[in-house]
């Protein structure tokens, strides 16, 4: 028996379906990179360690990387209005756009050693940055339906997130998350003895169809939205980016270093201007 919350719901789907508009609330958790990560922040801010890149996590590393990071100058996350890694969006086609995950993010690095700020600084043109730590083509594409249409970066560089990740919108009485479903979700199911989670989420998230199909529906809806802004859209393959040798690795242990980010920015630098 459906309760009334239940037809609410069901009534709130009708309306978009027959063309209603979302709250403005709702659209600005659309625009917001992670509200999972940045639940217990005031945006804008400037964080030290985020998400991945704790100081939990850090202190468990080797001693050698953590007398190496010491003797850094210490990180900081600056966050703008929404969450993102980069200054406040606005309308600017000189601008370049960046989708994709950590990598892109640049989680554990300096910001201007991030291979998105290289490129940007290297063309000349003001960077955006949408990339979502543990993102997947999913918050790519939902990010850039939202800024693309209001920057309108003349070119936009998706950085393919690893294929086997999907966004859920979870919604309740309390908050909106953006849940990122990928392998970490699975080593965490198994690792609190939940294999009949896992299998679930492998069987009906993180099957090779859905894998298949959102891949697909994500590149071409990106690429659908870049068309229409005009924006030149350069795809950088996962795979590629995996092969690049890491040398070093970033603060938190886990993600590439300075080295990796520099070759990263030369081959996108090339591609733009080819």
Not at 146 to 160: D, G, M, N, R, Y
Request: aromatic share 10%; net charge neutral.
């Amino acid at each position: 028996m459906k309760t009334e919350k239940d037809l609410h719901r069901l009534n709130t789907y009708r309306s978009i379906s027959n063309g209603g508009v979302l709250t403005d609330e709702q659209k600005h958790q659309l625009k917001c990179i992670n509200l999972g990560y940045l639940r217990n922040f005031d945006l804008p801010c400037t964080i030290d360690w985020y998400p991945s890149d704790t100081k939990e996590q850090f202190e468990k590393l080797s001693k050698e990387h953590k007398g190496y990071w010491n003797q850094q100058e210490p990180i900081q996350y600056s966050l703008n209005s929404f969450g993102h890694r980069c200054s406040e969006i606005v309308e600017d086609t000189n601008s370049i756009m960046f989708l994709g995950c950590s990598m892109t993010f640049g989680v554990g690095m300096y910001k201007e050693k991030t291979w998105p700020t290289l490129v940007a600084k290297a063309l000349r043109k003001p960077e955006y940055n949408l990339s979502v730590p543990g993102g997947s083509l999913d918050s790519a594409y939902r990010l850039y339906k939202e800024w693309q249409p209001v920057a309108k970066s003349s070119i936009t560089v998706l950085a393919v997130p690893p294929h086997y990740r999907c966004e859920k919108i979870i919604v309740n009485e309390v908050e909106t998350i953006f849940n990122n479903i990928g392998q970490w979700t699975i080593a965490k199911d198994l690792n609190e003895g939940n294999q009949e989670r896992a299998t679930r989420h492998l069987a009906e998230e993180l099957n090779d169809p859905n894998m298949y199909l959102s891949f697909n529906k994500n590149v071409e809806a990106i690429e659908k939205i870049a068309s229409d802004t005009g924006s030149k859209l350069i795809l950088v393959d996962y795979i590629k980016l995996k092969n690049i040798k890491l040398v070093s690795r970033g603060r938190d242990g886990i993600h590439p270093g300075e080295d990796w980010h520099a070759t990263v920015a030369n081959n996108v630098i090339e591609m733009v201007q080819s």
